[in-house]
Nanobody, 123 residues
Framework: QVQLVESGGGTVQAGGSLSLSCAPSGRSVMRYSTGWFRQAPEKEREFVAS????????DYADSVRGRFAVSRDIANNTVSLQMSSLQVEDTAVYFC????????????????WGRGIQVTVSS
């Protein structure tokens, strides 16, 4: 397991953009596949995006494909989630996750989790 530190988030109007970052504490970001999940009040946790530990293989939920982009910044040792054209429905707590190789959509298979960061989109 690795400690994950998230940053970014906040409040934005619908149609706006926000960026989230996730950094593995004391470890190289290149050693892990990273996933992003979100959970809105009274809703199930859902997959948002992921990036594989090797190469630039990414995956996106249908609800965010074309609006969100996940990338790895090796120089800053972070994984970012760039969110644009945000909608009220994107309001949730967003979690960064990591695994040595798994980068799929099953949240229970990730063994490291950040504390979560709030994203609020107002109408």
């Amino acid at each position: 397991q690795v400690q994950l530190v998230e940053s970014g988030g906040g409040t934005v109007q619908a149609g706006g953009s926000l960026s989230l970052s996730c950094a593995p504490s004391g470890r190289s970001v290149m050693r892990y596949s990273t996933g992003w999940f979100r959970q809105a009040p009274e809703k199930e946790r859902e997959f948002v995006a992921s990036i594989r530990w090797i190469g630039r293989v990414t995956d996106y939920a249908d609800s965010v494909r074309g609006r969100f982009a996940v990338s790895r910044d090796i120089a800053n040792n972070t994984v970012s989630l760039q969110m644009s054209s945000l909608q009220v429905e994107d309001t949730a707590v967003y979690f960064c996750t990591a695994h040595p190789n798994y980068y799929g959509r099953d949240w229970y298979r990730y063994d490291s989790w950040g504390r979560g960061i709030q994203v609020t989109v107002s109408s």
